[in-house]
């Protein structure tokens, strides 16, 4: 028998060792065990509240608030407490998302003012490449309002930059934002996603500025929703592919809720109506608030991260600061799953249910966080009047459920199939008729063990072990007895014990429509060479890795079928052409590219071959029809490998149908036609054996008819 001390200690050190479970004979995950205190690589307890996850190339980095509340807490989680006080934004770093390596306190106390500091997000700005730390704060000289800070290091330090005061922020209600996240897209801009100060009825998508993410642009934030029924907090998005989702929930203070979204196709709207997050309704988001989302791509798939925020110190509410659980889009429509413990493979973008998940939902009772006559997730067979959750009768975190009289409490649950244990920790006051817990309706008869024994201590029971043959169950607890005969009962368990081979779950790698600017332009006119780096790379990335390119850089295309690159081209009258592309492929297999001109594919398939290595540059020439004047030509990705990395594309100057009986006669020509530019008179006479430039009888030696291409320089 665990006192709550040795309970606490039991599950935070269990977590401070990396769980490792086989998904195949290649895959490996890695578990993440919910309801419990996390630990970085060091088993120290991590301490991050409120904050985000940057992604910067593999590195995964965390940031968030270290309270001195978590502290205190964390040590002797046996009551809440309101000690708010900032002790700095920490981050930790990961490559897999579940080991975090502690990279130090970034923004130090000494940089902020006293009182609430959070709700914070770091964000990238290419253009200053500083790194922007973002949130709700005051400056060291106790000026409030949006707090921002700077680095040129993901892990810090941060120097305290400057507050956008209230008095400029009249875009929003109350000249302030309630609960906020930050929000990087997929081009590079950023944005504050939150609600306004007191009240919080309207919901806002606020860029920064975009020069340097040092403010909040107010003359393009939009306020996309007015709540009809309330306020709401806990704002974050998140977007899949094309579609971004605002989500936000109740107004309830540290406590929990279920999750609220709506979905635009452009950022800033229109938005859909508000609805609830499907998966979030039984057990209020896992008992979180909504802290923020981590998009996770891999080389199979992709799915969404809920980053939920369990506020256990400030509400009492469990163990764990940090909860997060697996979104999914089986159906186009992201599904939250609720899980105590699953598998990530964050390098190939799969996730699984762990073999230690508890099925039960709610099973502590602290979903509700008020006292209540019915309880989220359970379904009581008869209504009552009284309160049936108690902050006495429990046995961890604030509530316990609190039976008299007769009555049943139950829950309906779709599980896998295979063999199960149904526990429960258990007090009662003794005297009943019956009372007892049970599993039904899952293909066989229900399985059931008796709880009315008189005990004023905490007892574990159990049913005993029964197989699901239909893929769901029925648990619960059922009393029969006067009205001062109670039970109470905490900490429910439905653990399968059966193992089977996790199957990875998995949606496509989502494709976000991507298109050039209307106004493409081409570097030059007189241009016959164009580097790859000065076009429009559509999921891809210029580098500089590999040796011996031309230019500032070359063109790294995804490993994907989707992904290409746009060159605008000038060409000076309309006519058959050929040019050549420059890549490396250093890869074991050939890359071929369709070409496209102006969206019309002219070559479905130019076989790009192994050049040997990725410091080996080669030229593959080819045909294009194209019209006077500029072209959009497309080289587009064929194979799940992608293109080679592409140097630039040029145009060849080619000379056709000569005479070699008289080479002076055609030096002189070809000499004469590389001066000419587009801008020049030129004309073919009669047989073609003289040509007249600007009104200049040219090449009157010819003696058979012959062909000039005319080039820019």
Not at 60 to 69: D, I, L, M, S
Not at 158 to 172: D, G, I, L, Y
Request: proline share 3%; hydrophobic share 35%; aromatic share 12%.
């Amino acid at each position: 028998m665990f006192g709550l001390r040795e309970i606490f200690k039991k599950a935070t050190f269990a977590v401070s060792a990396v769980t490792i479970a086989s998904l195949g004979t290649e895959a490996q995950a890695q578990t993440i065990q919910n309801d419990v205190f996390w630990k970085d690589t060091s088993g120290n307890f991590i301490y991050s509240q409120g904050g985000g996850v940057l992604q910067v190339g593999d590195t995964f980095y965390w940031y968030g608030v270290k309270y001195n509340g978590a502290v205190t807490y964390a040590a002797n989680p046996t009551k809440k407490n309101s000690d708010t006080g900032f002790s700095g934004v920490t981050c930790y770093s990961s490559k897999d998302l579940v080991n975090w390596k502690f990279e130090g306190i970034v923004l130090k106390p000494d940089q902020a003012a006293g009182g609430w500091f959070g709700r914070i997000g770091v964000v990238y700005n290419a253009k200053t490449q500083k790194y922007v730390l973002a949130g709700q704060g005051g400056s060291p000289n106790w000026q409030f309002g949006e707090y921002f800070a700077t680095s040129s290091s993901p892990t810090g330090p941060f120097k305290f930059a400057r507050v956008q005061p209230e008095s400029e922020m009249t875009f929003f209600v109350n000249n302030n934002t309630g609960d906020q996240t930050l929000f990087l897209d997929d081009d590079g801009k950023a944005y504050v996603i939150a609600s306004n100060v007191k009240g919080r009825t309207n919901l806002y998508v606020a860029p920064l500025r975009e020069s340097d993410f040092l403010a909040i642009d107010g003359s393009k934030t939009v306020n996309i929703h007015k709540s009809r029924v309330g306020g709401r907090e806990g704002n974050a998005m998140f977007k899949y592919n094309g579609v971004y989702y605002f989500c936000s929930s109740d107004l309830h203070g540290w406590n929990t809720s279920q999750t609220y979204c709506m979905s635009a196709k452009n950022i800033l709207g229109p938005y859909s109506e508000e609805f609830v997050l499907e998966g979030t309704q039984h057990d209020f988001s896992h008992v979180t608030q909504t802290g923020f989302f981590i998009q996770v791509k891999g080389t199979k798939g992709s799915f969404v991260v809920n980053a939920g925020d369990r506020w256990s110190d400030f509400a009492g509410n469990g163990l764990g600061y940090n909860q997060w659980l697996p979104i999914s889009f089986e159906t186009g429509k992201p599904v939250f799953h609720s899980l105590s413990q699953w598998n990530i493979n964050a390098k190939e973008g799969t996730w699984s249910v762990g073999d230690g998940n508890n099925y039960c939902l709610n099973p502590t009772f602290e979903a509700d966080r008020v006292s209540q006559t019915s309880l989220t997730g359970w379904k009581l067979a008869k209504a009552s009047s009284a309160d049936i959750n108690s902050t006495s009768k429990k046995r961890t975190g604030r509530w316990g459920l609190y039976l008299t009289g007769s009555n049943t409490i139950s829950q309906t649950l779709t599980v896998p199939n295979g063999k199960y244990k149904l526990t429960a920790y258990v007090q009662s006051r003794g005297g009943q008729k019956t009372a007892k817990i049970f599993a039904k309706d899952f293909g066989a008869s229900e399985v059931n063990a008796d709880i009315s024994a008189a005990s004023s201590n905490w007892k574990q029971k159990s049913v005993a072990e029964f197989e699901v043959k239909n893929g769901k169950v029925t648990i619960g607890f059922s009393i029969d007895g006067e009205s001062d005969k109670w039970i109470a009962i905490d900490d429910i368990e439905l653990v399968k014990t059966s193992k089977s081979v996790a199957t990875p779950t998995t949606d496509p790698i989502p494709v976000t429509p991507v298109e050039p600017p209307k106004d493409m332009d081409v570097v030059s006119k007189d241009s016959v060479v164009y580097e790859a780096e000065k076009g429009f790379i559509a999921e891809g990335v210029t580098e500089t890795t590999h040796a011996g390119f031309s230019g500032e850089s070359y063109v790294n295309l995804d490993n994907s079928k989707s992904s290409y690159l746009k060159i605008a081209v000038w060409n000076s009258e309309a006519g058959k052409r050929n040019l050549k592309v420059t890549y490396a492929n250093g890869g074991k297999n050939a890359r071929p590219i369709s070409v496209s001109v102006n969206d019309t594919v002219q070559i479905e398939s130019l076989d790009l071959d192994v050049t040997g290595e990725w410091t080996d540059w080669k030229s593959k020439e080819f045909s294009l029809t194209l019209p006077a004047g500029k072209s959009i030509v497309t080289f587009k990705s064929l194979t799940d490998e992608g293109a080679p990395n592409i140097d630039k594309v040029e145009f060849v100057k080619t000379e056709e149908n000569k005479d070699s009986s008289d080479v002076k006669s055609q030096e002189k020509t070809i000499g004469i036609a590389q001066r000419i530019t587009p801008h020049h008179d030129v004309n073919m006479h009669k047989n073609s054996r003289y040509f007249y430039v600007n009104g200049r009888s040219m090449n009157t030696l010819q003696r058979k008819a012959s062909r000039i291409r005319v080039y820019s320089k």
